[in-house]
Structure formats: structure tokens, C-alpha cells
């Protein structure tokens, strides 16, 4: 009886691989089964080109990936399978005007599936379906006039992070310390959270969600993904702590209605009266969290590689900064008139996301059959636009790999060339408070420092977002008072 069991038992199972494989040829063969589908290569079943893909990252050019298909098939525009999902890459402005314009109209945003496992919504909403709520929640709290305010306590955030990270230090590493920056002014203008220990309580587990993220989505004990998925409940559960606190506060007239976007979601309403439950403004917070973090740390730590890459583009900076720190009185705050004489340093940091752009990309998913340069986008196709189509190109940018700030004069790059925050509905909705942050942290650096980078050629390598392989390691040289 029992090899008879054993013989159907392995029978079952070549059966149900036979069946799933055929499934998984059939679908990749139908992919192709469309008429004038874009040129290019689906790759195998599955897996597709999504390893050469990242491999160019990882070595520090993921823009050749991209250059290599647009050369090889005389196209802005061609086909590919990324992360198991057939997908066609639109390039250069007229791509990235194409998607940002049609975004819920012929697209959609698109996220993978473990994504929503990292971050599951309480309302069992999509990942999509959650961005959509907060796109239409943080413009109140983010526009300009409304982040006017806070530049103050930037401020004061910045002059204790270099107080206590920088000061009385020969070498740092500049990544951590940046990330420690963005980190702890999120958790201070999203949550009003100032205690570096309750601060600190949430940066190793928030460092854990931010690396499973971008790992491969297995849920086995010790991967990174499930790592990623521990850290995402454990923060979940501290900031329900924090929201129930300050509903109570905010009931007891000891917290303030303004005084951060928490207490904004509190209580703030939908057109129906209908206000958002705890486990809802955690999912948002969590999201804001990791959005208001590491594409800014990225930001400021390439700003320090560049300044110590560029001594006359350092003086300029350090020249427009002091002009400000004379004209303050002792312990008097920066504030939005010091932010907008910063329009040098500004330009600065543009250029450096322009060369090494924090937001590589983004994903879409094409909600019917549409036709872009005159091939077919099937219903279903996800589709990528690459901020180096176009930030690396010399046809929009002449001599794309010389840093000169000087592209930004004026009415600086066409429209959709330069794209570090996307664009169109789905532009980031955080770009005034990324460029309050960034400006702030570049004022109190150069005022305090000059610094020489320890590694010359140290690697850039991009998983998701670029960083240096070694952190970037600097020399410090403060200047003398």
C-alpha cells in the first residue's frame, strides 16, 4: 500500500510542476502575443532582466541599463520583465510627460505585492489605495507657507545633531549621521518626538524596515524581508502608543491642533464627517516616516562627497552661508527670508540630485491598452520612468557628467528633464520640506567645517537609493571662531 501511496504522491506532484510550469510559459509566451508591443526582451520566465537590472546598480551605473536598450534598439521606449512582471521603460522628457500627465487616466501607481506585506494597511487597502489618502491629506501640512513655521526647529534639530555627531571629531562617517539627521527631524515635526532615547528606540528597527524593503520578499526567520516585517510591527505598535497619548492630550487642551501632521490626522475629517481610526494614522505615519527619510539623507550625504570633491563650488556655498550666519543675532533661529537667500546652495543640491538622484525611478501600471510612440502598451504591463534617462543625457543636459550648478539659473532644465522628486499628481509631496531640510543641514555643516572625503574613489553603489559603499568616511576642519 505504501509505494502505491508514494507512487501517486510523486505523480501529484510532476503533475502540478508540469501544470505550473506550463502556466508559467504560457503567460510569458501571451506577453508577447500583442501586436507592435515596443522592441526588446522579456528574459526568462519570471526572473526576466530584472538581475542585470539591479547588478547595474550595484556596481554604481544603473543608468546602463537603461542606455544600453535605448542604443541597442534605436528606441525611447522598449520592453522588458522587472520583478516578475512584464513592464515597458519610457525614456527621456517626452516618457516622463507622458506618464506624469496620465497618471489615473491611462496609469496607475504600482507597488509589489511585498510591499503591502512590509506595510499592511488596517483598512485591507492596497498600498496604492493608502498613497492616494495621503497625497490628498499632506498638501495642507506641507506646502511652503505651512512648513514657514518649522524652519526654526530644524534648525534647532540640525545645531544638536552637529553638537553631539560632528563636534569634537577629527573623522565621521557621513551616511549614518545623515540618516540620524532626516531620521530625528521626522520623528520631531511628524510626531513631535524631541527625546533622542525615545528617538533612538525607533532607529534600529526603522533601519531594519527600510532594509526589507528592498530585499527579495522571502518570509523565513532571519531574512532581511522578515526582519522587515518584525520592525514594521514593532513601530506599528510604539506609535499606537504615541497616537493614543496624544488623543488624550489633545482632549485634555495639553497638546496643540497645529503643532504637528499627528495631530493633524487626528483631527482632520473626511467630506463625510468621518475622522481616521488610530491603526490608520499609524500606517500613514510609518509611511511618512520612511518617505521623509532616506532619499533626503541620501541627498545631504552626496552634497558633503561634492563639496569635498569641489573646493571652488565649497567656497561658494560656505560664502553665501556666512553672509547669513553674520547677519543673525547670537542664538537667533534661521528662518524662510535666510531660506530664500539661499538660492546658490540651492542650485548646488540640485546638481548633485540631478547626478546622483535619490528617486532612481518609479513604477506605473497601464490601466487599458494604450499606444506611446506608436507601439502598444498592453491593460496590466507595469511601466518604469528612470530619472537618469534624462538627468544623464547630453541632449538635455550638455556634458552630463560635469557638476555645474549653473543649469539651474535662470528658468533652469526644461520641463520633465530634471525629475529627482517624479512629477505630475504623484510629484513628491514632501520636495518644500526635503528642500527646507537639506538647505538647513547644508547651512550648519559649512559653517561649522570644511572636511577632505578619506576614501577618493569610493564606490557608489544603488540598492535601491545610491549611497556610498563605505559610507563616505570625511576628515573634519572646523573652522576657527
Given at each position: 500500500?505504501?509505494?502505491?501511496?508514494?507512487?501517486?504522491?510523486?505523480?501529484?506532484?510532476?503533475?502540478?510542476?508540469?501544470?505550473?510550469?506550463?502556466?508559467?510559459?504560457?503567460?510569458?509566451?501571451?506577453?508577447?502575443?500583442?501586436?507592435?508591443?515596443?522592441?526588446?526582451?522579456?528574459?526568462?520566465?519570471?526572473?526576466?532582466?530584472?538581475?542585470?537590472?539591479?547588478?547595474?546598480?550595484?556596481?554604481?551605473?544603473?543608468?546602463?541599463?537603461?542606455?544600453?536598450?535605448?542604443?541597442?534598439?534605436?528606441?525611447?521606449?522598449?520592453?522588458?520583465?522587472?520583478?516578475?512582471?512584464?513592464?515597458?521603460?519610457?525614456?527621456?522628457?517626452?516618457?516622463?510627460?507622458?506618464?506624469?500627465?496620465?497618471?489615473?487616466?491611462?496609469?496607475?501607481?504600482?507597488?509589489?505585492?511585498?510591499?503591502?506585506?512590509?506595510?499592511?494597511?488596517?483598512?485591507?487597502?492596497?498600498?496604492?489605495?493608502?498613497?492616494?489618502?495621503?497625497?490628498?491629506?499632506?498638501?495642507?501640512?506641507?506646502?511652503?507657507?505651512?512648513?514657514?513655521?518649522?524652519?526654526?526647529?530644524?534648525?534647532?534639530?540640525?545645531?544638536?545633531?552637529?553638537?553631539?555627531?560632528?563636534?569634537?571629531?577629527?573623522?565621521?562617517?557621513?551616511?549614518?549621521?545623515?540618516?540620524?539627521?532626516?531620521?530625528?527631524?521626522?520623528?520631531?515635526?511628524?510626531?513631535?518626538?524631541?527625546?533622542?532615547?525615545?528617538?533612538?528606540?525607533?532607529?534600529?528597527?526603522?533601519?531594519?524596515?527600510?532594509?526589507?524593503?528592498?530585499?527579495?520578499?522571502?518570509?523565513?526567520?532571519?531574512?532581511?524581508?522578515?526582519?522587515?516585517?518584525?520592525?514594521?510591527?514593532?513601530?506599528?505598535?510604539?506609535?499606537l502608543a504615541i497616537i493614543r497619548q496624544r488623543n488624550k492630550d489633545l482632549a485634555e487642551g495639553k497638546a496643540s491642533p497645529?503643532?504637528?501632521?499627528?495631530?493633524?490626522?487626528?483631527?482632520?475629517?473626511?467630506?463625510?464627517?468621518?475622522?481616521?481610526?488610530?491603526?490608520?494614522?499609524?500606517?500613514?505615519?510609518?509611511?511618512?516616516?520612511?518617505?521623509?527619510?532616506?532619499?533626503?539623507?541620501?541627498?545631504?550625504?552626496?552634497?558633503?562627497?561634492?563639496?569635498?570633491?569641489?573646493?571652488?563650488?565649497?567656497?561658494?556655498?560656505?560664502?553665501?552661508?556666512?553672509?547669513?550666519?553674520?547677519?543673525?543675532?547670537?542664538?537667533?533661529?534661521?528662518?524662510?527670508?535666510d531660506i530664500q537667500k539661499m538660492k546658490y546652495s540651492w542650485n548646488v543640491a540640485c546638481e548633485v540630485m540631478r547626478i546622483?538622484?535619490?528617486?532612481?525611478?518609479?513604477?506605473?501600471?497601464?490601466?487599458?491598452?494604450?499606444?506611446?510612440?506608436?507601439?502598444?502598451?498592453?491593460?496590466?504591463?507595469?511601466?518604469?520612468?528612470?530619472?537618469?534617462?534624462?538627468?544623464?543625457?547630453?541632449?538635455?543636459?550638455?556634458?552630463?557628467?560635469?557638476?555645474?550648478?549653473?543649469?539651474?539659473?535662470?528658468?533652469?532644465?526644461?520641463?520633465?528633464?530634471?525629475?529627482?522628486?517624479?512629477?505630475?499628481?504623484?510629484?513628491?509631496?514632501?520636495?518644500?520640506?526635503?528642500?527646507?531640510?537639506?538647505?538647513?543641514?547644508?547651512?550648519?555643516?559649512?559653517?561649522?567645517?570644511?572636511?577632505?572625503?578619506?576614501?577618493?574613489?569610493?564606490?557608489?553603489?544603488?540598492?535601491?537609493?545610491?549611497?556610498?559603499?563605505?559610507?563616505?568616511?570625511?576628515?573634519?576642519?572646523?573652522?576657527?571662531?
Amino acid at each position: 500500500m505504501e509505494p502505491l501511496f508514494l507512487t501517486l504522491l510523486l505523480a501529484l506532484f510532476v503533475s502540478s510542476v508540469t501544470v505550473s510550469l506550463f502556466l508559467v510559459f504560457y503567460n510569458h509566451r501571451s506577453q508577447n502575443s500583442y501586436p507592435n508591443l515596443p522592441p526588446g526582451n522579456l528574459g526568462l520566465p519570471y526572473v526576466g532582466e530584472s538581475f542585470e537590472f539591479f547588478s547595474n546598480g550595484w556596481k554604481g551605473h544603473p543608468e546602463k541599463f537603461i542606455f544600453d536598450r535605448i542604443a541597442k534598439y534605436s528606441s525611447q521606449v522598449f520592453k522588458t520583465n522587472l520583478l516578475g512582471e512584464p513592464a515597458a521603460v519610457l525614456c527621456g522628457a517626452a516618457g516622463n510627460k507622458f506618464l506624469f500627465s496620465n497618471e489615473n487616466k491611462l496609469v496607475v501607481a504600482w507597488w509589489p505585492d511585498s510591499v503591502n506585506k512590509i506595510f499592511p494597511s488596517s483598512l485591507q487597502t492596497s498600498s496604492k489605495e493608502e498613497a492616494k489618502k495621503m497625497r490628498k491629506l499632506l498638501p495642507l501640512f506641507m506646502k511652503p507657507e505651512a512648513l514657514q513655521r518649522y524652519i526654526g526647529i530644524m534648525d534647532t534639530v540640525a545645531q544638536r545633531h552637529f553638537a553631539s555627531g560632528w563636534e569634537n571629531k577629527e573623522q565621521v562617517l557621513v551616511f549614518p549621521l545623515a540618516k540620524n539627521y532626516t531620521f530625528s527631524l521626522a520623528c520631531r515635526l511628524f510626531l513631535s518626538l524631541d527625546d533622542p532615547s525615545h528617538v533612538a528606540r525607533f532607529s534600529d528597527p526603522f533601519q531594519l524596515l527600510a532594509a526589507g524593503i528592498i530585499s527579495i520578499p522571502i518570509d523565513l526567520p532571519g531574512t532581511p524581508f522578515h526582519r522587515g516585517i518584525k520592525a514594521s510591527n514593532f513601530i506599528r505598535t510604539e506609535l499606537l502608543a504615541i497616537i493614543r497619548q496624544r488623543n488624550k492630550d489633545l482632549a485634555e487642551g495639553k497638546a496643540s491642533p497645529t503643532q504637528d501632521i499627528l495631530s493633524h490626522m487626528l483631527l482632520t475629517c473626511d467630506e463625510n464627517g468621518k475622522c481616521m481610526n488610530e491603526l490608520d494614522i499609524a500606517d500613514k505615519i510609518l509611511g511618512l516616516l520612511v518617505g521623509g527619510h532616506d532619499t533626503a539623507s541620501g541627498a545631504c550625504t552626496f552634497i558633503v562627497k561634492y563639496l569635498a570633491e569641489l573646493p571652488h563650488i565649497y567656497e561658494e556655498v560656505y560664502k553665501e552661508q556666512m553672509e547669513i550666519a553674520k547677519s543673525k543675532t547670537p542664538g537667533e533661529l534661521l528662518n524662510w527670508g535666510d531660506i530664500q537667500k539661499m538660492k546658490y546652495s540651492w542650485n548646488v543640491a540640485c546638481e548633485v540630485m540631478r547626478i546622483s538622484p535619490p528617486l532612481q525611478g518609479g513604477f506605473r501600471e497601464a490601466l487599458n491598452d494604450f499606444t506611446f510612440n506608436g507601439f502598444t502598451i498592453p491593460k496590466g504591463w507595469k511601466l518604469y520612468w528612470s530619472a537618469n534617462s534624462t538627468h544623464k543625457n547630453a541632449v538635455y543636459f550638455p556634458e552630463p557628467e560635469k557638476f555645474d550648478p549653473a543649469r539651474f539659473e535662470g528658468n533652469g532644465p526644461a520641463p520633465y528633464t530634471f525629475v529627482p522628486f517624479g512629477g505630475g499628481p504623484r510629484m513628491c509631496p514632501g520636495k518644500e520640506y526635503a528642500r527646507l531640510e537639506i538647505l538647513v543641514f547644508m547651512h550648519n555643516l559649512v559653517k561649522r567645517f570644511k572636511f577632505d572625503k578619506l576614501i577618493q574613489d569610493e564606490k557608489i553603489v544603488v540598492n535601491p537609493l545610491p549611497i556610498p559603499e563605505k559610507g563616505l568616511p570625511v576628515r573634519l576642519h572646523p573652522h576657527k571662531a
